[in-house]
């Protein structure tokens, strides 16, 4: 499975983007789609899961009321909707596939695919 993150950009605090990671050679709705990302100098950390089986969704609580991730089945893409963006957002954002149980949904290593990242920068 190919995984393609697109949608970051230059955004001013408060503003909002719309991240999708499409999928190809495989169907994203037999996996847990995971976003998480990483800023210069820190680990990479997760940010929101969408679950393969029932689709319940699992939020960082830094993001938590501000982002939103879902599906399109038809278009075999996940998205991650983010409001109220700060400059804490700011970060490279990967999408990542996998079948995590639910105590490995935060951890990178559950995840089998990876994207390719996409920069996002909150001025303030």
């Known amino acids: 499975v190919q995984l393609q993150a697109s949608g970051g950009g230059l955004v001013q605090a408060g503003g909002s983007l719309r991240l999708s990671c499409a999928a190809s050679?495989?169907?994203?709705?037999?996996?847990?789609v995971a976003w998480f990302r990483q800023a210069p100098g820190k680990e990479r950390e997760f940010v929101a899961v969408i679950r393969q089986s029932s689709s319940t969704t699992y939020y960082a609580d830094s993001v938590k009321g501000r982002f939103t991730i879902s599906r399109d089945n038809a278009r075999n893409v996940v998205y991650l909707q983010m409001i109220s963006l700060n400059a804490e957002d700011t970060a490279a954002y990967y999408c990542?596939?996998?079948?995590?149980?639910?105590?490995?949904?935060?951890?990178?290593?559950?995840?089998?695919?990876w994207g390719q990242g996409t920069q996002v920068t909150v001025s303030s």
């Open positions: 990542a596939a996998g079948r995590p149980i639910l105590s490995t949904i935060r951890n990178t290593e559950a995840y089998y695919y």
């Open positions: 050679g495989g169907t994203l709705r037999d996996y847990g």
